[in-house]
């Protein structure tokens, strides 16, 4: 579907061409007139899909049919300043045509900036883009007035809840008025966020896209191995690959700090994130990464979602993640914006049936790479799913697409508008 055959206004439809943005994702072409015709909105749906564009489209538009009273009229709250500063970023041109303000309201940043916060929210910023505890933070000082919201949006709720941030966002909920419109995002739906939905949405339509397997452009590996082995595999791995651009993930922030260090003292370039980093050096760590100033970022899952790095050349799971949702978000890390990359997955000998479960997701066996015979043994991996049968190879073929032949009723565009 075009964007132009939805109900969206023409100066927001000027500004997705002015973006290159034409057809719709299939969040976008099912959550917008979801939107648009006041419907509070459950939508299930993973990183890289477009929902940040499936509820600032209509969400502007329907802000744009009335003129601004001097009060907040939209909150979205979001789990990183990172994600804040991003979205913030897609508004500006999603709303370039219309008089609507905004502001991203986040920790990590000096007085200064604070207080430019605090002047936004005392003149009535029409959009507020929060981090929980920074909104509170503002709250707790007295001078924001939520009575004129009308739209509340929480994106990547199960992360926030991951964070602990259910009572803050419980807390703001409470504060504001009853009649407004809620769209609640989330990549998973496990009971915590079932439970928060019951409690702050007012019969929500629901969407539910399938988790998308990852992109045939990453090149996906196994490494079959001891606990103790992990580290100089790795060191192996950094000294035969290109080893720029780089995430390595790990289970726990402790095993991020010791990696970190062990890596820096063989001399490589690499820096944290985990979340005992507060966001001031979140950010600098961010900036450096993304400058080329650090080669390597080792983290926890605290980047595996809403960050955009369009550049990074390999994904490495240190430690094999809990679900294969998580698999799928932290190896799409790489290989975006038509790009490839490479995904390397070290298996230890505890987390094979674990890795088999993701491989049945998947559909097909990931390849073992073999380990170095002057690394010692390893375990052996048959290969087999949790059911008993063997896993298909995986094939790295290009797929034909569905329909080669596509009608433009107008012109080829670029692609849908994306997260």
């Not at 489209?57 to 789990?79: E, F, N, W, Y």
């Not at 504001?176 to 019969?203: C, E, G, H, V």
């Not at 899952?301 to 799928?328: C, F, L, Q």
Request: charged share 25%; glycine share 6%.
């Amino acid at each position: 579907m075009y964007f132009d055959e939805l109900d969206l206004s023409d100066d927001i439809l000027d500004a997705l061409d002015a973006m290159h943005f034409e057809t719709c994702t299939p969040i976008q072409e099912q959550a917008i007139p979801v939107v648009l015709d006041g419907h509070d909105l459950m939508g299930v749906a993973q990183t890289g899909t477009g929902k940040t564009a499936a509820y600032l489209l209509p969400t502007i538009d329907l802000l744009s049919h009335s003129a601004s009273q001097g009060k907040v009229r939209c909150v979205v709250m979001v789990p990183t300043h990172e994600l804040a500063q991003q979205i913030d970023r897609q508004l500006q041109g999603f709303s370039y045509y219309l008089s609507i303000s905004s502001i991203a309201i986040h920790g990590g940043n000096d007085g200064k900036e604070f207080a430019r916060q605090q002047q936004a929210i005392k003149s009535g910023a029409d959009i507020l883009i929060a981090t929980p505890g920074r909104l509170l933070a503002h709250m707790k000082m007295g001078y924001v007035d939520l009575s004129g919201v009308e739209h509340f949006i929480l994106d990547e709720a199960d992360r926030m809840l991951d964070m602990g941030f259910y009572d803050d966002i419980a807390q703001i909920a409470s504060k504001l008025p009853k009649d407004r419109q809620t769209l609640m995002f989330s990549a998973t739906m496990p009971t915590k966020i079932q439970k928060l939905a019951n409690s702050i949405l007012n019969n929500p339509v629901e969407i539910k896209l399938a988790v998308s397997r990852p992109t045939e452009k990453i090149d996906q590996s196994a490494i079959v191995c001891y606990e103790n082995q992990k580290t100089p595999l790795l060191k192996r791995l950094f000294k035969t690959a290109y080893c720029e651009r780089v995430i390595v993930f790990a289970a726990s922030k402790l095993k991020v700090k010791e990696l970190t260090r062990e890596l820096k003292r063989s001399g490589w370039s690499v820096g944290e994130m985990h979340s005992d980093l507060d966001q001031a050096q979140r950010e600098t760590v961010m900036s450096d990464f993304r400058a080329g100033r650090i080669d390597i970022l080792v983290a926890t899952d605290i980047v595996s979602r809403g960050i955009d790095i369009d550049d990074i050349t390999m994904v490495v799971n240190y430690d094999v993640p809990h679900e294969a949702e998580d698999y799928v978000h932290r190896i799409g890390r790489t290989a975006r914006a038509g790009a490839g990359g490479k995904a390397v997955t070290m298996v230890s000998d505890r987390d094979i049936r674990r890795f088999r479960y993701i491989e049945q997701f998947l559909g097909y066996e990931v390849r073992k790479d073999p380990v170095p015979a002057d690394y010692g043994k390893t375990p052996s991996y048959d290969g087999r799913n949790s059911n008993g049968k063997k896993a298909a190879p995986q094939d790295n073929k290009p797929r034909r697409p569905a329909n080669k032949h596509r009608f433009y009723r107008r012109k080829k565009g670029t692609g849908g508008a994306t997260e």
